[in-house]
């Protein structure tokens, strides 16, 4: 099954079985009225909450009611899907220009451009910053497929690649975690200096999405984007763990975890003779995201635990806070962003 949070806050749930139609309903807001949408047979099981309901179920509602196509042979597993996924989507080629940005504690991040869309677009065409996953960047496919989807549409886009992800150089002995919005607002203020005259937008997955959303909740009302989407959204990071050490599941831990240590053994001499709490040979050798977590990122952020690092980064806590058009889509079958994570009752009343 598949789900979707949609969010200023609204939120859709869609399900990957033919069931009976379904209803889709407005929840009331002091300004509008309970009313009832009947999706039709062919369409997947849809559930909307959220107070965003009104503004933005119109212009889904064509793209809505189209039949549901499962992709033939794998659409019956969940993991049968994520590792299809991984090792045969197609990447797109796409020629981009790199800019890298130095912030203000002395780090550095990439961002990678459309080549040619300088010359291509006008200064007000729309801006989509895109900021992958753990561990992800401009090379992985699903990027790469956003992408070039938005730039037919006309849209400008730049893939905000974190400190040492998609190659992104590392100039200090601090990486990028959930709990640091420094890089995210920098990177957004720096893209809208640089294009005045346009309208920024931003779509963020799993981790990304994560950090996404809770920028949002901090900007509040101040924020430069004029809408963001949220993509398989852990949102509560003490779930999402749990879940993680369990089952097949762990062939995704492991993976990340791995991941992650090449990332830092590129660049471990910057972290030699690190003292305090830090256990750098954990973080290099690390079996799991948490050990990586345990090693490096939750003492370079000041947190006490991990756990400790998981409850105060968790963008579940974010959301009532949102005030700008947001769209979250979540697989209620996703194996790491778990769909008891969601904070429906939060999203209900945005």
């Given at each position: 099954m598949a789900k979707l949070s949609l969010g200023s806050t609204l939120s859709f749930s869609l399900?990957?079985?033919?069931?009976?139609?379904?209803?889709?309903?407005?929840?009331?807001?002091?300004?509008?009225?309970?009313?009832?949408?009947?999706?039709?047979?062919?369409?997947?099981?849809?559930?909307?909450?959220?107070?965003?309901?009104?503004?933005?179920?119109?212009?889904?509602?064509?793209?809505?009611?189209?039949?549901?196509?499962?992709?033939?042979?794998?659409?019956?597993?969940?993991?049968?899907?994520?590792?299809?996924?991984?090792?045969?989507?197609?990447?797109?080629?796409?020629?981009?220009?790199?800019?890298?940005?130095?912030?203000?504690?002395?780090?550095?991040?990439?961002?990678?451009?459309?080549?040619?869309?300088?010359?291509?677009?006008?200064?007000?065409?729309?801006?989509?910053?895109?900021?992958?996953?753990?561990?992800?960047?401009?090379?992985?496919?699903?990027?790469?497929?956003?992408?070039?989807?938005?730039?037919?549409?006309?849209?400008?886009?730049?893939?905000?690649?974190?400190?040492?992800?998609?190659?992104?150089?590392?100039?200090?002995?601090?990486?990028?975690?959930?709990?640091?919005?420094?890089?995210?607002?920098?990177?957004?203020?720096?893209?809208?200096a640089r294009y005045p005259e346009a309208n920024l937008y931003a779509v963020g997955w799993s981790l990304g999405a994560n950090i996404l959303v809770r920028y949002l909740g901090q900007e509040s009302h101040s924020c430069r984007l004029s809408g963001a989407v949220s993509l398989c959204n852990p949102f509560n990071l003490v779930i999402a763990d749990e879940d993680f050490h369990k089952g097949f599941n762990n062939v995704y831990d492991k993976a990340l975890a791995r991941a992650l240590c090449k990332i830092f053994q590129k660049h471990a001499l910057l972290f030699e003779d690190m003292e305090g709490e830090y256990n750098i040979p954990l973080a290099a050798t690390a079996k799991s995201v948490r050990d990586f977590d345990e090693g490096l990122t939750r003492v370079s952020f000041g947190f006490k635990s991990v756990d400790d690092y998981y409850s105060n980064s968790s963008s579940s806590d974010s959301i009532k806070h949102v005030q700008r058009p947001l769209l979250c889509i979540q697989a209620e079958n996703d194996p790491i962003a778990p769909s008891r994570a969601i904070p429906r009752e939060d999203i209900k009343v945005c």
């Open positions: 399900s990957r079985h033919t069931r009976p139609p379904v209803t889709a309903r407005h929840v009331p807001t002091p300004l509008t009225m309970t009313t009832t949408k009947t999706m039709p047979i062919h369409h997947p099981s849809l559930e909307v909450i959220g107070g965003g309901c009104d503004r933005f179920l119109q212009a889904l509602h064509a793209t809505l009611r189209l039949p549901y196509k499962p992709f033939p042979l794998i659409a019956w597993n969940r993991h049968v899907e994520t590792i299809f996924a991984a090792f045969f989507r197609s990447v797109p080629q796409v020629r981009l220009r790199r800019e890298c940005l130095q912030v203000k504690d002395g780090g550095s991040v990439a961002l990678d451009w459309v080549s040619g869309d300088h010359r291509r677009l006008t200064p007000d065409s729309p801006i989509l910053i895109l900021l992958p996953g753990l561990t992800g960047g401009s090379q992985d496919s699903y990027v790469r497929h956003m992408l070039t989807k938005a730039k037919s549409k006309g849209w400008r886009v730049v893939v905000f690649n974190s400190r040492g992800c998609g190659d992104s150089p590392v100039t200090t002995p601090q990486f990028y975690s959930a709990s640091f919005l420094g890089d995210t607002s920098e990177v957004v203020e720096h893209v809208g």
